[in-house]
């Protein structure tokens, strides 16, 4: 578990009050341990990544200063475009959260505003799918911070028939999957396909 450095501030307090008080140095670690469990690190989204690219089903929120009509929630088509006030069908698909806020940006000035100022984030991602070895394969929401164990917990878990040593990922821009350890380490994101092969027996 990781902790921020407030958590850390409080640890720290938590074990300096145990030890004035006169209590032993086991008594003043159950403090540490109790205060860590209180304050969970914070989870990191996907969009956090700069190079995340977005995809159909991505729903993006996109703020104009100033202009309060011409904001709002809008979902990635199948098309791979947005539909805007004023402007009207924008492509999103294949690029960054700050390439399309740009992309906007741009078509703003091109007649209809004189310096927009345009803001963009991901307010709901596109699913992830998990396939192969696991009770329940499907389209899963996705979560920030997802890892791969996260993603075998959401589909039932493994069968019995599954190799829990690698899984088999091809993101959203690649032609192949590629094998990743089974761990916590092997991060998945919004359109990944996620294949559980099986042992060898």
Known sequence: ???DVLSG???LAAIAFAMACGLSPAVAQDAMVKTAVLVPAPQ???ADDEHYVLGSGDKV???VY???DLGGEFAI???GHIQLPLIGQVKAAGMSLHQFAASVTLALQNGYL???KVNAQVVNYR???ILGEVNKPGEYPYENGLTILRAIALAGGYTYRANDDKVYVRRVNDSEENSMPADSRTRIYPGDIVRIPERIF
Do not use: L, Q
């Open 1 to 3: 578990m990781r902790f």
């Open 9 to 11: 501030v409080r640890i």
């Open 44 to 46: 990191s989204s996907a």
């Open 61 to 63: 929120k996109i703020t």
């Open 66 to 68: 100033g202009e309060d």
């Open 77 to 79: 088509d199948g098309s």
């Open 114 to 116: 004189k310096d927009p």
């Open 127 to 129: 699913p992830f799918y």
